[in-house]
């Protein structure tokens, strides 16, 4: 059965401060690793697809890379906005849905 | 707005009673999708449609929730005779699958409440 686990669950960080999202997987034939945000109360929104090792993908302050066993949302200075739960999922060979992690709870401060 | 939306934003009902949801994907998606969410956990995938066509159900997906796509554009996902345990976020999303992609688009949600 496909894993995700993402990590850490919670992360609180000062205005700027860099730092790294964690989101590691045990599948059986990736086809695709999805990013997305999710604001309290809301859906979650498509940020990044990454199909295979070595890829890499930004977005304004937000990039994305994947590994044959885990994946990284780095975010670069980030700012209040940024503050949302991040979600991340795999896409496999078996089937047609998502997998999801159960996220990682971002809070940026002043 | 072409994006993928979901009516009623909120329910609240009471033991026992059959609440239905309707999804509208973004119009030229052939494929549809629901997955329910529960408070810290990631979405769960309950059933999917390509075109009017179920293809795919979760053992999530107990006898009393029923899921149509009639005519390969709108959805419904019925609860009949729901439980307290059915509360919860359901979300609904629409991909149109080319050459192995399959990036899924998510609605709003619609939030069940069952007292």
């Known amino acids: 059965e496909d894993q995700v686990t993402q990590s850490p669950e919670a992360l609180r960080l000062q205005e700027g401060e860099s730092s790294s999202l964690n989101c590691s997987y045990t599948v059986s034939g990736l086809r695709g690793l999805f990013w997305y945000r999710q604001d309290p109360g809301k859906g979650p929104e498509f940020l990044f697809t990454?199909?295979?090792a070595g890829e890499e993908k930004e977005k304004e302050r937000l990039k994305a890379t994947l590994t044959k066993k885990e994946s990284f949302l780095h975010i670069t200075a980030p700012k209040p906005e940024d503050s949302a739960t991040y979600l991340c999922a795999v896409f496999t060979g078996g089937g047609n849905k998502l997998t999801f992690g159960t996220g990682t709870q971002l809070k940026v401060e002043l | 707005d072409t994006g993928v939306s979901q009516d009623p934003r909120h329910k609240i009902t009471k033991r026992g009673q059959n609440v239905t949801f309707r999804c509208d994907p973004i119009?030229?998606?052939?494929?549809l999708y629901w997955y329910r969410q529960t408070l810290g956990q990631g979405p769960e995938f309950l059933t999917y449609?390509?075109?009017?066509?179920?293809?795919?159900k979760s053992r999530l997906l107990s006898d009393r929730f029923s899921a149509e796509r009639p005519k390969g554009s709108f959805s419904t996902l019925e609860i009949q005779r729901t439980e307290q345990g059915d509360s919860a976020m359901y979300l609904c999303?629409?991909?149109?699958?080319?050459?192995?992609?399959?990036?899924?688009?998510f609605g709003p949600g619609t939030r069940l409440t069952v007292l």
């Open positions: 449609f390509q075109n009017e066509a179920q293809l795919e």
């Open positions: 990454l199909y295979s």
């Open positions: 119009s030229e998606h052939n494929r």
């Open positions: 999303a629409s991909s149109l699958r080319l050459a192995g992609k399959n990036e899924q688009f």
